[in-house]
Structures are given as structure tokens and as C-alpha cells.
């Protein structure tokens, strides 16, 4: 059943022990909203624990300070950014996958698996939705739930720079810019730091783009090689994505990059009309508009040329030369 | 003189030929904040003119839309973001030398050259305080405006990354957008493209990056073979210079670039409390504390053991091992 942010706040009100769940590999929203809507919620003297089927990197640590860690029986479990129950990884799934009774998230493809589902499939993040959220709640936004918050809306929106970023998150921006929110060295953490490992990955990567389909595509490829050359891992990867679309002229980017099972992930990212949901369908995958992905099989030269030919019949579908 | 935001704008108010001056090369501050000012003069009847020393790039023709480009004799000539009449480059400097009027500018380094002088050196752009003066003076901003204003807050900033962006910034972005601004194809143009060429020489450039200083310091280097090798050119290269200062752990970024003299410019970028201005005012160059320049003589070994020796020094004297 769909809900609305009322109805939602009027669920978490009538609640006094709440579990929320991030998805695995979490990120700046899926915690950042997560613990922000902790925080509020602890603050409303409920027993509130935020968990995790995966650890916590230790850039989002700052998230989790003055929240009490204790375990108790949850009447009210809550699924925070995760679109499909598998998300949550598989031992997490097992433990609470039918009995997830909210979920609150912003992506469209979002599986509907929970009993109520707060869903705003344009919201850039599902930071911006907890914000109203909380406010609604009248929950009063500390300092350290705005760095949370802050860190959700700015990664999800490549730091305003994604087309899913609107006139309402640069307002919400500025309100938690105006509530505390530690915005530069978030910003200088998530997008202006990089480890000596990444810095040497994003060269080896950049070495192999190629332009393709009359320009129109540009695509680079990590392999297992690089990450053994660079001494970085797949826990730093995700980074390079947007690399590719960057190039002038390209309408669809491409990031590869080589499983240790020898298959290959596909990031696409795509401009304007050309829809990389689409393209990664019809491979098996899926995802948004300007940002999906795919799992390719066979070798290297086999998966690129599956790939160029769905990016080419969609570049043809939307594009006159 | 000083004069502060209400007396700037009842001058303006009672002038009604105005001469605004962009500095030489001109960036999206100097530009989006005159055209801003003139679109709102403009509107209020008055015969305004935007005009700059150099060339006007592309990409920033959007902002001239709807101006009248007619010569007439000013009454009031005003300088908008420039700190050094020198700035306005030779023929203008010549043209206009002595008869500035009024200057507004966000550079405390500003030279005061102007009669009067609106200055807010803690605002991160000119942009910011033309938004603040249209308001003063009750003009509406229409969407192009906005757009000229975006353009100005957002590439002084970075978009939003470097330690001169507030709060104030943040809610004039949201209040521009709300008002119209092109922000997603602002922020795709000025920093989410790549010339081909530009892709090409920030590889090679990339290659060349170096750690010294136990690490605290990155260094990379520019050759004039590597624009014959890229097809890039020096008026590109200006958009590597951040890259240096992103390694984690990195308290001084530099960025050296071959002219075609033989010499060596360095662009030199710093973390935290170390001066970028003192490394390069001690090698003959100055700027920003966080950012700053200086040419360089000698072979390339030479030039990197000079700026080593100063980095190393400015280092030691604000860090403990």
C-alpha cells in the first residue's frame, strides 16, 4: 500500500521501538537519511537502532554519533532508501525479509515489497524526503542530522550536479546549510578527496577510453589487473561512472568493470533524451533514466560489442544526425 | 571611498547611462554579474552597457540575450569584479584608467582604484552581491538573470566546493533557482564537460603526478609537447590545476606548465592553514591563501627543487610530524 508523508509520520509517531534498515554497500543517502530520522526519532524518546547488513565505511562513522546502540525488539521495522528487499543483502534479507511494515525511498523501480511504502520517485534523494519527513514530524533538525541529511542530498545528486537535482534540493540544501550542516568538509570528504589507490585506478581506467558509435559514446573498462596494479578495490570503483558522459559531444558513458568471476558490470550514464534504463533492460539490468546498470557475460570484446549495439540503437532512436 | 550596498544602490538608481566593465579574460563571476545588473537596469529604463577588453566566450553569450549593444556616452562607469584596474587589460586600462566611478568587486585584494568601492571581500562571488543589490534596488529577476547570477555563484565556488561557499550562498543558489536559473545545463557546461582535448591532456598530465614531502605535497607537470600530443592548448589547462590537492593526505597541489619560453608556471593549491601565497610570494608569484601562482626559471628539475624547498619549509612551519 502507498503512503503519504503524513500517514507516514503518523506511523512512526504511534511506534516506540524502531528498526531501520539501510541497504547493503551503504551510501551517503541510505545512511545519511537513516540516521537523520534516527536521531529525530530518539530525540521523541523512542528506542531507535539504525542497522546495516554490511559494515560501516568510516566517512559515514560521524553519522552514527549519540545514537545509543542497543538492541531490543522492534515493533516497527523500516526499510530507509532500499528499493528491492535483496538490497539488503542476503543474511539481512533472511532475517527481516517479511517483515518489513514501512519502506521509505525514492526510486522508481522501488519493488513495493513492504507493507507501506513511502515512495517519491522524483525526489533527488530520499534525504530531501526524511527532511520534510522529520519537519512534518516537527522534529527539530540538530546540526548533526543536517551533516547527515546534507551528506544524502549532496552525494545522490553528485554534488548538484546530476539532472534528478531541483529547485527544492538546492532549498533543502540551504536550510541545512542554515542548520549546521558541516557542508564543506562533507563536500571535500565525498567528492574532493581521493586515496593514492583511486588516484592511480582512475589513471589506468582513463587509459583505456574509447569513443565509440560516432562519438557519441565514450567507455572505459576496469579489469582485475588494475586493481591489482593500483592497490585499489572494488570498494572505490563506483567513482569512476561518471567519468565517461563528461566527455564533450558523448550522450552515453559507459564504466566496465571486470567481476573476479570474470563477468563484467556495466555503468551506464546517459544525457539528455537517451534513456540508459532502457538500454540496460534489454541486457538483463536496470535502473533510472540517466544512470543504470547491467552484468554482462563472455569475454571482454563480446560484452562491449552487446553493449554498443543497444547504445547505438538507442542513440538512433532519439538522436537526428 | 567605501560605500556599502544601499549607497551603491541609490548611485546606480540615479544614474542613467551606465558603462559596466567584465576584467580581461573573463570568467563567469565578472560576466554573469554585469549582464545580471544590466538586464535589471535596463529594465528600469536606463541605458546600460556590458563590455569587457577581451572577447566574449560562447559560452557565455546566453547572458548578452535581450541587452541593447548600443554606444552611448556613459554617465556613470562602473568596474564588476575587478580587483586591479590592470585586470581590465591594456586598451581598457588605457580607455578607462581614470574615470572608475564605482567598483564592486569581492577581492580583498582589491586595489581601491575605483572612486567608489562596494567591496565584501567574504563573499564568494560578485554574483552574490548583485543578487542582494537587484533586490535593494526591488528588481524582479527573470530567468535569465538568474541564469547570469547562477553562472557566477557557481563557477567562483566551484560548485559549491571550495571553502569560500556559506550558508548566504547556498540560499541565493535555491533562491535563483527558484526564480528561473538554468542550473543543470550551467553546472554541464562549467564543470561536467571535457574537450576531447582537455580529456586527452589531463591523461598525460595525470601521468606525471608525483608525491614529495612524505607525502604531503603532489606535483604534476604540463610540457609544450604534451598540447602538441593532446591538441589541447594552454587556454585549457587552467581546469587541472585542483587535481594535485585531491590525493588524500595532500596539503599542497601543484600544478607546473611549460610556456613556451622555457619557463615554468606553477599553480599552487593548499589545504587547511599552509599559504599558498607565502610559498609562491618567496619565489617571486603571490595569490589566495589556498590558491596562488609563480613563474619559474631554469631546467623542470630545477623549478620543482625550488618549489619543493618552499613547500617543505611552509609545511614544517604548520605541521607536526
Known sequence: ??????????????????????????????LGSATALAHGLSAMGKKVKVDCGDPIPKDFSFMFEGLVNEDFEPELIAAIDVADIKLLGKEYEGRYGGNIELCIDHHGSNMLYADKVYLEADSASTAEM??????????EITPVMASCLFTGVSTDTGCFRFSNTTVRTFEIA????????????IIQVFFETKTKT???????????????????CALMCVTQDMYKRSGSDESEVDRLSNLPRQIEGVLVGVTMRELKDGSFK???????????????????????MGAAGCTLYGTKQQAVNSLLKEIQAEIDAFTID
Open 266 to 288: 556495466a555503468s551506464v550514464r546517459t544525457h539528455g533524451d537517451i534513456d540508459a534504463s532502457e538500454i540496460c533492460r534489454r541486457l538483463g539490468g536496470g535502473g533510472h
Open 1 to 30: 500500500m502507498r503512503i503519504d508523508l503524513r500517514e507516514t509520520a503518523e506511523l512512526l509517531k504511534n511506534s516506540d521501538n524502531i528498526l531501520l534498515l539501510s541497504h547493503a554497500h551503504p551510501d551517503g543517502d541510505t
Open 130 to 139: 526524511i527532511y520534510l519527513l522529520l519537519k512534518e514530524m516537527n522534529a
Open 198 to 216: 583511486f588516484a592511480a585506478l582512475e589513471r589506468l581506467a582513463l587509459e583505456t577510453m574509447r569513443l565509440y558509435c560516432s562519438d557519441k
Open 174 to 185: 540551504a536550510e541545512l546549510a542554515r542548520r549546521g550542516a558541516d557542508t564543506y568538509n
